[in-house]
């Protein structure tokens, strides 16, 4: 139990052009997931909260109207880089709250923008 | 401002013997502390949950220790595997936010 997919698990674009990843939770229900961001043996640093039916709670950096979030089912987040550039070039992980403290993580998306 | 220091970078272990990952903070009280295994071009994993009034948790050949009086958490494998190889992250929680450290790289050697 307490699986999440992402998808696609690797994109290439060109920059200028917007990529949607998708991060879903497949045996339970997520009212909150997180989005985070990895760079190479770097740690992950959460980007943002994202609350089913809300607005999600970007970090401190992080620009909203780059990133856009949509939490619109209790098992689907979205995550949208709009008019990516070379320095968006990064693995996202998306995780779901599984239950107290229990966050479950995706396999990762590699995004890749030349 | 908050910090998490996992101290080795990178730890080589003989197979068969017990590796042990160190995670220190400050300027933080997290409720929970979790470990997670993260293998390269992979999301984490879950590995075991410590909470702040816990002092000890243990899971298979996995054991966690906690002391909130050093702001520090201790990780080891017991009876080490070539399939242990990985890096390790730990994790602080509280206030439904998680920060991570920046992980140690553990190679088993058969």
């Keep these: 139990g307490a699986v999440v997919s992402q998808h696609p698990s690797r994109v290439i674009c060109k920059s200028g052009t917007s990529v949607k990843i998708e991060c879903r939770s497949l045996d339970f229900q997520a009212t909150t997931m997180f989005w985070y961001r ?6 992950l640093m959460l980007m ?23 939490h619109a089912s209790l098992t689907l987040s979205t995550l949208t880089v709009t008019s990516a550039h070379p ?10 709250r599984f239950r107290d403290y229990e966050q479950y993580f995706g396999p990762g998306t590699r995004l890749t923008v030349t | 401002s908050q910090k998490i220091e996992q101290n080795s970078e990178a730890l ?5 013997k017990t590796a042990t990952l160190t995670c220190n903070y400050t300027n933080y009280s997290p409720a929970y502390l979790q470990w997670y295994r993260q293998d390269p071009g992979r999301g984490p994993v879950f590995l075991l949950l410590i909470r702040e009034n816990e002092k000890e948790k243990r899971k298979e050949r996995l054991k966690v220790t906690f002391d909130t009086t050093l702001k520090q958490s201790l990780f080891h494998i017991t009876a080490s595997q070539p399939a242990d190889s990985a890096t390790y992250l730990c994790a602080l929680v509280r206030a439904s936010k998680i920060i991570f450290g920046s992980g140690t790289r553990l190679s088993i050697r058969p």
């Design chain 1, 87 to 96: 320095e968006d070039s990064s693995f996202y992980i998306c995780s779901a």
């Design chain 2, 12 to 16: 080589n272990i003989q197979e068969g």
């Design chain 1, 38 to 43: 990895q760079f190479p043996k770097q740690s």
């Design chain 1, 48 to 70: 943002a909260t994202s609350n089913e039916g809300s607005k999600a709670t970007y970090e401190q950096g992080v620009e909203k109207d780059k990133f856009l979030i949509n």
